[in-house]
């Protein structure tokens, strides 16, 4: 899968930005094109351990959206992950966890990714 997102990426962007193989070796405002899994952070997504504490006499859960506005996401592959920053190319609200992707976009200072562009396996938009 990772080959075929690769493959993708050069069909979209071309060769003009380094891509790195992996997240560690990203260097800070260098346009650079980066491949993993994508995972998002909700605080307010259902997870067993909280509901087994619920079961033993605190809050159980509600139903309703598992989305907010604090959520995050990051792209993470063998050697480490990075925060993807929400912007007006990226939303983590519009992706899921899981996902297997490749984001054209610069590494600031602080660690987090600013995306300009992102794309799948196959598929180009």
């Known amino acids: 899968m990772l080959k075929d997102v690769q493959e993708t990426a050069q069909m979209k962007w071309g060769s003009d930005f380094k891509m790195v193989n992996n997240i560690l070796d990203i260097k800070p405002y260098t346009m650079t094109v980066i491949i993993g899994t994508l995972f998002?952070?909700?605080?307010?997504?259902?997870?067993?351990l909280k509901n087994i504490v619920g079961v033993l006499g605190?809050?159980?859960?509600?139903?309703?959206?598992?989305?907010?506005?604090?959520?995050?996401?990051?792209l993470e592959d063998s050697s480490g992950r990075i925060r993807l920053k929400k912007n007006e190319n990226f939303d983590p609200k519009n992706f899921i966890t899981g996902a297997i992707m490749s984001f054209l976009g610069v590494a600031d200072q602080n660690g987090f990714f600013q995306v300009k562009d992102y794309c799948y396996a196959g598929i180009l938009f």
């Open 58 to 74: 605190t809050k159980k859960f509600s139903k309703g959206l598992y989305v907010s506005e604090d959520d995050y996401a990051v």
């Open 40 to 48: 998002k952070e909700q605080a307010l997504k259902p997870s067993i």
